[in-house]
């Protein structure tokens, strides 16, 4: 199935990967004993530009939620993720249990550490909801009956609370006492939908080959009736709209005034880097397309879905 891809670019420009890929992939394996995955490469994408060690501590907390995340996928009784989490809210090591647990309790104390008295409970709360979210029989998960309601579910299923605590760490700023502000809700609002849209329409095909209906496009076919392109086209419209809305946003955060707030303008540039990175590791990872894609400048104007892999089309010629 060929399907042509109407994406804006406005973002995407901005996307390069981290010098230090190399560091940060062997110190996560020797914090984390597992080899550096997709998580890691995610965040090698986007967030390029600040230090080395900061994009570490952030790949080790996206590995603590979705270590857990595969322990909730598994079939048969929970009680692993019991004490995965029990772990996460004591923010320390535990004295005994499995090696995969105390490793696991490894990495949490040192992010701990590193979030520091603010930020790391705002993890806690986040890991919370989430993992209530994400519990087996949470009816919000059997189905959906429109975009919208898709939407709300994925909210908290995508763990993007989370993201928030992440991005001020990864922008270096803590931004607490705006957490209950509706200064940032519509400025979040557009990262989200960004970021979600941008996933689902390049991980259409692996959810399709799973059987996993938690995909902006499947949804679109499922609840309105749309043909394959037709659900596309809707989901990059959406994707162009958080563009927008982005900017307006950002725009309005940041420009001179007597209420400009350094840490906000550090803040909104973090986000634009991380939405035009998650374009890029979307396009290339394996992980979505079955096969690793190179880097390019341009963005593809078709995706063509094989059984096992997406290839893409492209208005010039690019590296195979």
Same mark, same amino acid.
């Given at each position: 199935?060929?399907?042509?891809? /109407?994406?804006?670019?406005?973002l995407?420009?901005?996307?390069?990967?981290?010098?230090?890929?190399?560091?940060?992939?062997?110190?996560?394996?020797?914090?984390?004993?597992?080899p550096?995955?997709?998580?890691?490469?995610?965040?090698?994408? =986007?967030?390029?530009?600040?230090?080395?060690?900061?994009?570490?501590?952030?790949?080790?907390?996206?590995?603590?939620?979705?270590?857990?995340?595969?322990?909730?996928?598994?079939?048969?009784?929970h009680?692993?993720?019991?004490?995965?989490?029990?772990? !996460?809210?004591?923010?320390? $090591?535990?004295?005994?249990?499995? /090696?995969?647990?105390?490793?696991?309790?490894?990495v949490?104390?040192?992010?701990?550490? $590193?979030f520091?008295?603010?930020?790391? %409970?705002?993890?806690v709360?986040?890991?919370?909801?989430?993992?209530?979210?994400?519990?087996?029989? #949470?009816a919000?998960?059997?189905?959906?009956?429109?975009?919208?309601?898709?939407?709300?579910?994925?909210?908290?299923?995508?763990?993007?609370?989370?993201?928030?605590?992440?991005?001020?760490?990864?922008?270096?700023?803590?931004?607490?006492?705006?957490?209950?502000?509706?200064?940032?809700?519509?400025?979040h609002?557009?990262?989200?939908?960004?970021a979600?849209?941008? #996933?689902?329409?390049?991980?259409?095909?692996?959810?399709?080959?799973?059987?996993?209906?938690? #995909?902006?496009?499947?949804?679109? !076919?499922?609840?309105?009736?749309?043909? %394959?392109?037709?659900?596309? #086209?809707?989901?990059?419209?959406? =994707?162009?709209?958080?563009?927008?809305?982005?900017?307006?946003?950002?725009?309005?955060?940041?420009?001179?005034?007597?209420?400009?707030?350094?840490?906000?303008v550090?803040?909104?540039?973090?986000?634009?880097?991380?939405?035009?990175?998650? =374009?890029?590791?979307?396009?290339?990872?394996?992980?979505?397309?079955?096969?690793?894609?190179?880097?390019?400048?341009?963005?593809?104007?078709?995706?063509?879905?094989?059984?096992?892999?997406?290839?893409?089309?492209?208005?010039?010629?690019?590296?195979?």
């Amino acid at each position: 199935m060929e399907l042509a891809l /109407p994406l804006p670019s406005a973002l995407f420009g901005a996307a390069s990967v981290h010098p230090d890929g190399a560091w940060v992939r062997a110190r996560h394996e020797q914090w984390s004993g597992q080899p550096a995955g997709a998580v890691v490469e995610a965040c090698l994408h =986007i967030a390029p530009h600040v230090p080395a060690e900061r994009v570490l501590e952030l790949s080790l907390l996206a590995t603590m939620f979705t270590g857990v995340d595969d322990l909730l996928e598994q079939a048969g009784p929970h009680t692993g993720p019991a004490a995965y989490a029990a772990v !996460i809210r004591a923010g320390e $090591a535990p004295t005994v249990g499995s /090696p995969n647990l105390l490793a696991f309790g490894r990495v949490v104390e040192r992010t701990r550490r $590193a979030f520091g008295p603010q930020l790391y %409970p705002r993890v806690v709360t986040a890991f919370e909801q989430w993992a209530l979210c994400m519990a087996p029989g #949470n009816a919000a998960a059997s189905g959906w009956e429109d975009l919208d309601s898709y939407l709300r579910f994925r909210r908290q299923d995508f763990g993007f609370d989370a993201m928030r605590v992440a991005s001020e760490y990864g922008a270096g700023v803590d931004l607490t006492d705006l957490e209950t502000s509706p200064l940032l809700d519509d400025l979040h609002t557009a990262c989200f939908e960004h970021a979600l849209f941008v #996933n689902d329409l390049f991980s259409y095909r692996k959810e399709t080959q799973a059987g996993d209906g938690r #995909n902006a496009v499947s949804v679109l !076919i499922s609840t309105a009736g749309m043909t %394959p392109q037709a659900a596309v #086209n809707a989901v990059c419209e959406r =994707i162009t709209s958080a563009e927008g809305a982005f900017g307006t946003q950002a725009h309005l955060l940041t420009q001179d005034g007597p209420g400009l707030r350094a840490d906000v303008v550090e803040y909104v540039r973090w986000w634009r880097q991380v939405l035009g990175g998650n =374009i890029a590791w979307s396009l290339t990872t394996p992980r979505y397309n079955g096969v690793q894609h190179p880097a390019t400048s341009t963005l593809p104007t078709h995706m063509l879905l094989r059984p096992d892999h997406t290839e893409y089309r492209y208005a010039t010629t690019v590296p195979s």
